[in-house]
């Protein structure tokens, strides 16, 4: 072998100078750390829209979950025909927006009821307004009118409180079929027959001591009964009052007032969450919806503010949004009075008069991810919930990042590092007939 194939034999072999492979490591680097950035980035933004997306997706069926039974206050059999009943004319053509009560009691006795009469009754008497809408205002310390914890849950910042200062509404509603009413019923009523047809509730299934709601289309009454069979005797607690007949013609139905008459109650209320992967003793916040007083059922998750406005139409015709406790107490913001619309001769109470003159329901729901996002900034975690500081909901402030530091919790019991959105609705209340 030459010399000079040894030569260059030698020089394939020398391999890199340190230098080199200095030069060459610290370029590596450098792409390694640009696409461990663009990992973390996209990691981070495709972490926030799946969170984004759920919360959307949580706060949208939220919204139309409650104004469905919002929508439905105060509906009754044949109820939503329309009229303009004034006092004076004695033309009550709404009759069945206060079914006449011929139960001897200062309340009825149903779930969430937190609607009594001062005395006892000595006569059948209409129902009040506030019985098929009742709203709770409600702050960090109390609620107005005074919320029982039969209704829901203390307030408080642990697991299985209600989340404080979220609103609470009760909403009541005819939501059953009944049996249509034998023709050959009298006046006063005496016993009397329903006709089962295809598609109604089977007899057996009216429970025995429940009370009975007869209506056609332009009355409705609620009186104790006793059932042999298909035939119905009503019961008479008032000393010379007897329930009267009511208008066949217009195919009257009979239903079961304790099951038909359905009551709905709208709390948030603080849940543990069970997620592994979520830090020791994380709150999530709940939409709960209790119905006829059974065991409220979660509804949708991450719901953490909930606040009701309520337009009531004044004796001008114009339109006064007002928090609960204000429709309770018959004012406006300024605390003046205002006017209650024309009750049934033999109502039982104004005190809350106003509900019955709701017509549309305003509601605003600031909704959370729910999972935490501890490498967001404040900045990214910015919201803003027009009801904060505004009595009215109207605050037109820019996004808010939250307050330092964000491992603090916030008043009501729940982390800072989440995203958050607001979700606005104006419910039409259907059967509203003033």
Request: charged share 15%; glycine share 8%; with cysteine.
């Amino acid at each position: 072998m030459s010399a000079a194939s040894i030569q260059i034999r030698r020089e394939r072999a020398r391999g890199f100078t340190l230098v080199e492979l200095m030069i060459a490591l610290a370029l590596a680097l450098l792409v390694a750390a640009g696409i461990v950035s663009v990992f973390v980035s996209t990691s981070k933004a495709n972490s926030v829209q799946t969170r984004m997306a759920r919360l959307q997706e949580e706060g949208r069926y939220a919204v139309g979950r409650v104004g469905e039974d919002l929508g439905m206050t105060g509906a009754q059999y044949c109820s939503n025909t329309g009229g303009l009943a004034t006092e004076k004319t004695w033309a009550y053509q709404d009759g069945l927006r206060s079914p006449l009560s011929y139960v001897q009691a200062a309340n009825l006795l149903l779930p969430d009821n937190t609607v009594t009469l001062s005395t006892a009754p000595t006569a059948p008497f209409a129902l009040p307004s506030s019985f098929f809408m009742r709203g709770y205002e409600c702050s960090t310390a109390a609620c107005t009118p005074n919320l029982p914890i039969t209704v829901a849950p203390a307030m408080g910042t642990g697991a299985g409180s209600r989340v404080p200062g979220a609103d609470v509404l009760t909403v009541r509603y005819l939501a059953g079929r009944g049996w249509a009413v034998n023709a050959s019923n009298s006046n006063p009523l005496a016993p009397f027959d329903v006709v089962l047809a295809a598609g109604d509730p089977p007899i057996s299934s009216f429970t025995a001591g429940h009370r009975a709601l007869l209506a056609d289309c332009s009355q409705s009454q609620i009186f104790p009964v006793t059932r042999a069979g298909t035939t119905f005797t009503p019961a008479t607690q008032f000393p010379g009052f007897v329930p009267g007949g009511v208008n066949t013609q217009t195919d009257a139905r009979l239903f079961d007032f304790d099951r038909d008459f359905v009551t709905v109650t709208y709390y948030l209320k603080l849940i543990a969450d069970a997620n592994p992967d979520a830090p020791s003793g994380h709150l999530v916040a709940a939409l709960m919806r209790k119905v006829n007083g059974g065991a409220a059922q979660e509804i949708a998750r991450g719901i953490e503010r909930l606040d009701f406005l309520y337009g009531v139409e004044n004796d001008q015709g114009g339109t006064l949004y007002l928090t609960a406790d204000q429709v309770d107490a018959g004012v406006d913001a300024a605390g003046a009075a205002i006017a209650c619309p024309a009750q049934a001769p033999a109502s039982a109470t104004t005190v809350g008069c106003l509900w019955r003159a709701v017509k549309t329901i305003e509601m605003h729901m600031l909704v959370d991810s729910s999972d935490l996002l501890p490498t967001l900034a404040a900045s990214e975690l910015a919201y803003r919930y027009s009801c904060d500081g505004s009595a009215t909901c109207t605050s037109t402030a820019v996004p808010a990042a939250p307050a330092a530091p964000l491992t603090t919790p916030l008043a009501n019991g729940l982390d800072k590092r989440m995203l958050r959105r607001e979700f606005t609705s104006v419910i039409s209340v259907r059967n509203y007939n003033p």
